[in-house]
């Protein structure tokens, strides 16, 4: 039974920083990449970041240079640093894992909003 949960969400003045926790609960065996989505009012959801199983990172455009994202050694958290944020990250955002069988895996969200 696998679950993710999303935390660290909240309130920040733009220009401010926000740290994202995922944890995973159960076992996972072939984690491809794990990554970070969101989805504004109005907006499909989309990557934000994300790392591959090999360590290799990819940043949307909009947040590359202030977004960073990492896992720890044994894959049972992910994290996404925010910094600089900007009214536009406001969002709603979701951890995620995709497996090498291509099952992927959803947290419940956790809410960001910038003030401007």
């Known amino acids: 039974q696998v679950q993710l949960v999303e935390s660290g969400g909240g309130l920040a003045q733009a220009g401010g920083s926000l740290r994202l926790s995922c944890v995973v609960s159960?076992?996972?065996?072939?984690?491809?990449?794990m990554g970070w989505y969101r989805q504004a009012p109005g907006k499909q959801r989309e990557l934000v970041a994300g790392?591959?199983?090999?360590?290799?990172?990819h940043y949307a455009d909009s947040v590359k240079g202030r977004f960073t994202i990492s896992r720890d050694n044994a894959n049972y958290k992910v994290y996404l640093q925010m910094n600089n944020l900007k009214p536009e990250d406001t969002a709603v955002y979701y951890c995620?894992?995709?497996?090498?069988?291509?099952?992927?895996?959803w947290g419940q969200g956790t809410q960001v909003y910038v003030s401007s």
């Open positions: 159960g076992r996972i065996f072939d984690i491809n990449s």
């Open positions: 790392i591959t199983s090999g360590g290799s990172t």
């Open positions: 995620n894992i995709l497996s090498n069988r291509g099952i992927p895996y």
